[in-house]
């Protein structure tokens, strides 16, 4: 027993030096995508289609939490030591929700995880969702492929490109993301009324 007390301290001590060098966790911010409640239109007329928005199909970077930031050159990068709160095809496909949902002219929104029926789709690529530098200034930029699908059968009805960038007041991690939520404002309020227009010319005898 004397011989084995000796070996198990320099056993416990291996470990406890083993510990300490371990990397430390890193300790993470989650920002939600910041939106603005759109104007209701009580008084306007609601549409007799209901309308299902699905999730924006996104390469392998933006179907991510991290908040991806394209310094000046060519390489990809991430704010360090925050993320989004859910991934932004997600975040940007809510954004969309919510929206119509406070415009209120859309007889019945849904979205492809309860997959209720509905007459028109909402679907789409989501090809930038990154803050750039320009002018040394960081600028949130989003573009968004979308297309209009009759439910059932799966043909396009329409189809457009929205480009929406917003410029940040600082270089600020806060400023980016307020950034980001002013550029998912305009996007969605440019897209609801394309929406609206479109669905309304699919569903004319």
């Known amino acids: 027993m004397s011989r084995l007390r000796p070996l198990a301290v320099l056993f416990l001590a291996g470990l406890l030096g083993a510990c300490s060098i371990l990397p430390k966790s890193e300790?993470?911010?989650?920002y939600r995508l910041p939106a603005s409640a759109l104007p209701a239109h009580n008084a306007s007329p609601r549409s007799d289609w209901a309308l299902r928005v699905n999730k924006p199909y996104s390469n392998q970077l933006l179907d991510s939490t991290r908040i991806a930031v394209l310094p000046p050159g060519d390489q990809i990068s991430a704010y360090q030591g925050v993320r989004w709160s859910d991934r932004a095809p997600l975040l940007l496909r809510d954004r969309l929700i919510a929206g119509f949902i406070d415009d209120g002219r859309i007889a019945a929104i849904s979205s492809d995880e309860?997959?209720?029926?509905?007459?028109?789709?909402?679907?789409?690529?989501?090809r930038a969702f990154h803050s750039e530098y320009r002018d040394g200034r960081p600028v949130a930029r989003i573009l968004l492929e979308a297309r209009l699908v009759q439910s059932g059968s799966l043909r396009i009805l329409a189809s457009r490109r929205f480009e929406v960038s917003q410029a940040a007041s600082d270089t600020s991690v806060a400023a980016v993301v307020n950034a980001f939520g002013q550029a998912g404002d305009q996007l969605t309020?440019?897209?609801?009324?394309?929406?609206?227009?479109?669905?309304?010319?699919?569903?004319?005898?």
């Open 27 to 30: 300790v993470l911010s989650f």
């Open 189 to 205: 309020r440019e897209l609801l009324d394309w929406t609206l227009e479109r669905g309304q010319a699919s569903r004319a005898p």
């Open 114 to 126: 309860s997959r209720l029926h509905a007459d028109l789709e909402l679907d789409s690529d989501l």
